[in-house]
């Protein structure tokens, strides 16, 4: 692109930049299992690889981790066992 820019685009085209990394240094920690928590998905794993919401919510609740949390390991889960 051999557009010209303005002093002021600079400045805020660098801000925009500056914003986009401060962003990404947040990091969202990553959620460390147990085994006991494991061996409850994994069970559960096998009798419905695809709960419905009323489940995920009482495997949540069973391993004391949150819905979200729980549907993203199964869906994982389910992709791993596709590969």
Do not use: M
């Not at 986009?20 to 690889?49: G, H, W, Y």
């Amino acid at each position: 692109n051999n557009s010209i820019l303005c002093k002021i685009h600079v400045i805020e085209g660098s801000k925009e930049k500056y914003d986009a990394n401060k962003q990404s240094e947040t990091k969202r920690i990553r959620t460390a299992f147990s085994l006991e928590q494991l061996k409850i998905l994994q069970d559960n794993f096998k009798v419905d690889p695809n709960p419905d919401g009323q489940d995920l919510r009482w495997i949540a609740q069973f391993t004391g981790l949150s819905k979200r949390v729980t549907q993203i390991w199964f869906q994982n889960t389910r992709a791993r066992q596709k590969k």
